[in-house]
């Protein structure tokens, strides 16, 4: 089945400094995306991007479909920003089945 | 934005015995998911679930797990009997369509603890 490799594993910061985040794959994805897990749980969608580079806010998100590989990056890092990081692909298209990574655990110092 | 809401966020129930996790998924959304996160491992998908069906479950979806929305209510995920191994986050997801293409909203998990 399709695995999901990221990487670094965990990162430290300090606020302002800039962050880039890995997201490897060994099949073929029809969608890929990137979620934010808060310290407390909770998952949020930051953004969609099977293939090219997409931006919404301080996240720039590229990804190269033939080389099975995405990265996000975090431009000008906040505190709130701290926090795990997951890619999540999507091998199918009928539905959400998505494999999940293992995550970056990203902690911003003030 | 849109949410999605798990009830409870907290369970702690005895092996063996019969828990049901409930969620409130965004209003107009006819795909509904669950997701299982063992502590300090990677999120995995169960099932998904539309138009009173499951339409796909992985090998993590045991004989024990049944999944169901009677008359457009909560969204649920029963445990009958609960087993130790089934101590975890459960996320419950929502999307309008099946399209992969959409973005899926998560709830914010339900710790179940069994003991």
């Known amino acids: 089945g399709q695995q999901v490799q990221q990487s670094p594993a965990s990162l430290v910061l300090q606020e302002g400094e800039n962050a880039e985040l890995q997201c490897n794959f060994s099949?073929?994805?029809?969608?890929l995306q990137w979620f934010y897990q808060s310290p407390g749980g909770s998952l949020v969608s930051l953004l969609s991007?099977?293939?090219g580079t997409k931006h919404t806010g301080r996240l720039t998100s590229t990804t190269v479909t033939k080389e099975r590989r995405s990265s996000l990056h975090i431009s000008s890092s906040q505190t709130t920003d701290s926090g795990t990081y997951l890619c999540?692909?999507?091998?199918?298209?009928?539905?959400?089945?998505?494999?999940f990574g293992t995550g970056t655990s990203l902690l911003v110092d003030p | 934005g849109p949410k999605v809401l798990q009830i409870p966020s907290h369970q702690i129930i005895d092996m063996g015995q019969m828990v049901t996790l409930n969620c409130d998924p965004v209003?107009?959304?006819?795909?509904f998911y669950w997701y299982k996160q063992i502590l300090g491992q990677q999120m995995e998908f169960l099932v998904n679930f539309y138009n009173g069906k499951v339409m796909e479950k992985s090998k993590l979806f045991k004989d024990q797990f049944s999944v169901e929305r009677p008359d457009g209510s909560y969204f649920t995920l029963k445990i009958q009997p609960t087993a130790l191994e089934d101590s975890a986050v459960y996320f419950c997801?929502?999307?309008?369509?099946?399209?992969?293409?959409?973005?899926?909203?998560f709830g914010s998990g339900t710790r179940l603890t069994v003991l």
């Open positions: 999540a692909i999507e091998e199918g298209n009928m539905g959400y089945k998505l494999t």
């Open positions: 997801a929502s999307s309008s369509l099946g399209d992969s293409a959409e973005t899926l909203y």
């Open positions: 209003s107009n959304h006819l795909y």
């Open positions: 099949s073929t994805a029809t969608q």
């Open positions: 991007n099977p293939s």
